[in-house]
């Protein structure tokens, strides 16, 4: 049976272009065209918005991010194999995609793209991830993006909306926090996939803040959350030593406790650590 745009259903899709599944391309396929269009709601009102979507596959979220009435779609892909269908789903609306064949960490798409921009993916969780804190440190903020709405393994989704005291607080969750109001939308078992993987997934969606809530320097901010969770079960005056002698004063001056954890560290107490380092 066709499908409501009138294109075959992502099955058949498979079946005719032989997109057997690349395990190096952390390829697991959503074929259900209700998710797909459950997924693009997530991702706010589209219709007067260009949307990037990164890892397109054979289109079933793509598909739905132009149902629920994306103004354009810019969708990179880096397996040539699914050009073919990403095509007929072009000529289905027409003038609405763009399908770069590229890989998504080398790619600059924005000069293909007009703002109000949203991002809407379903990709390997590592190019994802390495995605995602580039997205949330740019050189400018506010960034070119209103808003992402990323699939991650559950695990991953959890370490970015966490809150600080729990096993999952760290980078992730500071840099989110820090330029983000992010939270978890959509949970996803393995058999919503093609093949299935090995863990449950999660939508997360990301709405940038016009300005990131405190005040940091975003290099001086990563160096030293990176340096405090590397060794997060230390008190934070032993892990942070390598900033020098000091450290214990410009913990003090920055409000936190030199015998803390990392994990108990808030948001803001790290922006001010940040700046007492930089200052
Ligand atoms: N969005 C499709 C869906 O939901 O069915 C496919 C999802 S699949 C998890 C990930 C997709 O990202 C694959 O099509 C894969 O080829 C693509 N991909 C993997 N690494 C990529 C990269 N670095 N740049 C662009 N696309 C990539």
């Known amino acids: 049976m066709a499908a409501i745009d009138g294109l075959p259903p992502l099955r058949e899709v498979i079946a005719t272009h032989g997109l057997a599944a690349k395990k190096s391309l952390g390829q697991n ?3 259900d065209l209700n998710l797909t269009a459950k997924i693009a ?4 009102d589209l ?52 399908v770069i064949n590229g890989d998504a960490l080398l790619v600059d798409p924005l000069s293909h793209l007009t703002p109000p921009i949203r991002v809407a ?16 440190t740019p050189p400018e903020w506010p960034p070119f993006w209103q808003s992402l709405t990323l699939m991650f393994q559950r695990e991953v989704a959890e370490r970015i909306v966490a809150t600080p005291g729990s096993k999952a607080y ?30 449950s997934s999660a939508v997360v969606h990301l709405t940038a803040l016009p300005e990131p809530r405190y005040p940091a320097d975003p290099k001086v901010l990563e160096r030293v959350v990176a340096m405090a969770f590397n ?5 934070l005056r032993a892990a942070l030593k390598g900033l020098g002698p000091d450290i214990g004063d410009r913990l003090i001056a920055a409000g936190i406790k030199p015998t803390d954890r990392a994990e108990t560290v808030s948001l803001e107490q790290f922006c001010a650590l940040a700046r007492a380092v930089a200052g």
């Open 47 to 98: 219709t007067a918005c260009d949307v990037l979507e990164i890892g397109p596959g054979p289109g079933g979220l793509t598909r739905g991010l132009l149902a629920e009435g994306a103004r354009r779609v810019l969708a990179i892909e880096k397996d040539s194999r699914c050009l073919p269908p990403l095509e007929e789903v072009a000529a289905a609306y027409p003038g609405r995609l763009e």
């Open 29 to 31: 396929f959503l074929l």
């Open 121 to 136: 993916a379903n990709l390997p969780y590592n190019v994802g991830t390495e995605l995602l804190v580039r997205w949330l």
């Open 170 to 199: 760290g980078r992730l969750a500071l840099l989110a926090s820090w330029r983000a109001e992010a939270r978890i939308v959509l949970s996803l078992p393995p058999e919503a996939f093609t093949p299935p993987p090995k863990v």
């Open 231 to 235: 060794q997060r079960r230390k008190m």
């Open 41 to 44: 709601r997530q991702a706010g």
